[in-house]
């Protein structure tokens, strides 16, 4: 274990995101901090920030109570897990694993770690997870794994911030697919996947959904219409909830 430090230390000088800033409002301490209130969820700044953060604060409760000293530490330890699991278990898979291992090194080297749709996605798998990613000011909900339609029901929903500045506990227990609705309703852009297959195919489905469709409609919109259909039934089918 030890073996890897040189490694990891190695990895975070070489992080071009070092000493990057906090794109949007930095938080300094979760330390006595209360919760502010979005929508159904109640929300605390994540010291430091990242996708890393997030997953100790959901597996370790000594994370959220910690001072910075500790909480960098259990970074360090779960990124030593990290290294060596992804190497275990990420072999003969269609993750590149080198570019993994510097994302992960980010994650403790800069005071905002860059975003990466591949990082949530290989956590998410690590560890089980399905992940609803909200920014809330672009009003954009996006998802890992990113196909809604090939999630299931054995594996915990996580909330939060699309920068993973924020950590999201939900308050209220909800249907996904009913607060997804919601939020469109409110004039919110989700993330819906995109089915595949020829224009006639793509009718036949849309037909045996009672779907109509309008002429006007090109192949690429009804592809949509039909992949957000089916991802909406795929979350009626597994009844998952917001909490």
Avoid at 91 to 119: F, M
């Amino acid at each position: 274990m030890a073996a890897l430090f040189p490694k990891i230390y190695e990895i975070i000088d070489q992080n071009p995101n070092k000493y990057a800033t906090l794109r949007w409002r930095e938080p300094t301490s979760t330390e006595g901090s209360t919760s502010e209130l979005w929508d159904i969820f109640s929300l605390k700044p994540l010291d430091p920030p990242g996708a890393l953060s997030m997953l100790c604060m959901l597996i370790d409760p000594m994370f959220e109570m910690g001072s910075i000293a500790l909480r960098k530490q259990i970074l360090t330890e779960q990124l030593l897990e990290l290294h060596e699991r992804v190497d275990k278990e990420l072999v003969g898979r269609r993750y590149p694993r080198k570019k993994i291992q510097d994302l992960l090194a980010g994650q403790i080297s800069a005071q905002s770690p860059t975003s990466s749709k591949l990082l949530e996605e290989v956590l998410c798998e690590l560890y089980q997870l399905q992940k609803v990613h909200c920014n809330r000011r672009s009003k954009t909900i996006t998802f890992s794994p990113p196909d809604l339609r090939l999630w299931t029901s054995e594996r915990r929903v996580l909330f939060g911030e699309e920068d993973n500045c924020w950590f999201f506990t939900p308050s209220k227990q909800q249907l996904l697919q009913e607060w997804l609705l919601a939020k469109e309703e409110q004039g919110w852009s989700v993330a819906w996947p995109t089915a595949d297959g020829k224009m006639e195919d793509i009718k036949t489905a849309l037909t045996l959904q009672n779907i109509p469709i309008e002429a006007k409609h090109k192949k690429d919109d009804l592809a949509k219409i039909l992949g957000r259909a089916q991802a909406l039934q795929t979350l009626s089918e597994l009844n998952l909830s917001t909490c």
